[in-house]
């Protein structure tokens, strides 16, 4: 069993170009969670889906970031028009129906924005 | 919301015991819960207090009071391999799956 799978691992891009990070959530879960951390610092809650559905967005950024879970194929979240505040790492989590007390982190895609 | 604290670094050696402490304030909250990450690496879950009391798992334990806003990870015979940041995580429980990191311990275990 694949755990949560994240790509790019690293991604550069330059300002004002579009950043497109892709997760597939281990098998049986439906339940995906966008986080961004800042080095030295701890991870933040950005978005939180069901598949088709976004649940809670309360830690999304009003412009430019928006996030999906469509109905087949990987969440993904994007970032418009990438400025250099926006370089840090992107987690996604996951976790089967019915579960709070346990996320399976993927290994992150590293942002740099030049 | 919430906001929890927890020391920046601790240094122990190998073999000893150390205990990273966190507290929280927070409005309805409802676990904390303990993640370990390697340097560059996926946050990865260690355990959950949602009730009051001790959680033992192998050479991890977690604490929790909730009428002291307070929790602490405990480690036992320390390895190098567990070298690493630890973060004290709260979550809003049922209908909100929003979890609330704190800014991290890094743990250095030395020879």
């Known amino acids: 069993n694949a755990g949560v799978m994240q ?8 300002r004002g170009q579009e950043a497109r990070l892709r997760c597939s959530p281990m098998k049986g879960h439906s339940h995906v969670y966008w986080y961004r951390q800042l080095p030295e610092e701890g991870l933040k809650f950005m978005v939180y889906l ?24 990987p969440s993904i979240l994007r970032i418009q028009q990438v400025v250099r505040g926006d370089s840090a790492a992107y987690f996604c989590a996951s976790s089967p129906p019915g579960s709070n007390t346990e996320a399976f982190f993927g290994q992150g895609t590293r942002l740099t924005v030049v | 919301g919430q906001s929890l604290e927890q020391p920046s670094e601790v240094t122990a050696v190998e073999g000893a015991i150390v205990q990273i402490n966190c507290t929280y304030q927070t409005s ?12 560059g690496g996926a946050p990865t879950f260690l355990s959950y207090n949602g009730l009051d009391g001790l959680e033992e798992t192998g050479r991890f334990s977690s604490f929790l009071s909730r009428s002291d806003s307070y929790g602490y ?3 036992q015979e320390l390895q190098m ?6 973060f004290c995580v709260g979550d809003s429980g049922a209908g909100s799956y929003q979890l609330t990191f704190g800014k991290g311990t890094k743990l250095s275990v030395i020879p």
């Not at chain 1, 967005?57 to 996030?67: I, Q, Y």
């Not at chain 2, 391999?81 to 630890?86: E, G, H, Q, T």
């Open chain 1, 50 to 73: 069901q598949k088709e559905n976004i649940i809670d967005e309360s830690g999304m950024p009003k412009e430019r970031f928006s996030a999906e879970f469509p109905k087949e194929g």
């Open chain 2, 81 to 86: 391999k567990d070298s690493a940041s630890y």
């Open chain 2, 28 to 39: 309805g909250f409802y676990g904390l819960s303990w993640y370990q990450q390697h340097d």
């Open chain 2, 73 to 75: 990870l405990l480690l």
């Open chain 1, 7 to 14: 790509n790019p691992r690293h991604l550069v891009r330059r």
